[in-house]
């Protein structure tokens, strides 16, 4: 069993930044491939980024060049950088977890789930 821990949500101007942290527990994140999800009101669950256990990382077309993903494997930490936050970028992010590669877009694929951070964007 993986436990997954979302924090640094928040209301932010448009245009600014903000780093979300998934951190995990039950088992190291060096072998997981991880994502994080967004679900904006009366929306379903769409797919932001992941990144495999073996560094190969993907991006939606919506946030690619503003969010970066990445891990700290010491701190069995994952992060979203997100910079240029649009008010589109308003929602729930999930972090997701699973053992496989596969299709990282895919969100029937991850097992684990945490609560949700949520993220606000004003003008």
């Known amino acids: 069993q993986v436990q997954l821990v979302e924090s640094g949500g928040g209301l932010v101007q448009a245009g600014g930044s903000l780093r979300l942290s998934c951190a995990a527990s039950?088992?190291?994140?060096?072998?997981?491939?991880m994502a994080w999800f967004r679900q904006a009101p009366g929306k379903g669950r769409e797919f932001v980024a992941a990144?495999?256990?073996?560094?190969?990382?993907l991006y939606a077309d919506s946030v690619k060049g503003r969010f970066t993903v990445s891990r700290d494997n010491a701190k069995n930490t994952v992060y979203l950088q997100m910079n240029s936050l649009k008010f589109e970028d308003a929602a729930v992010y999930y972090c997701?977890?699973?053992?496989?590669?596969?299709?990282?877009?895919?969100?029937?694929?991850?097992?684990?789930w945490g609560q949700g951070t949520q993220v606000t964007v004003s003008s």
């Open positions: 039950g088992r190291t994140i060096s072998r997981l491939t």
């Open positions: 997701g977890a699973r053992s496989t590669v596969g299709v990282l877009s895919r969100l029937s694929e991850y097992d684990y």
């Open positions: 990144e495999a256990w073996g560094g190969v990382s």
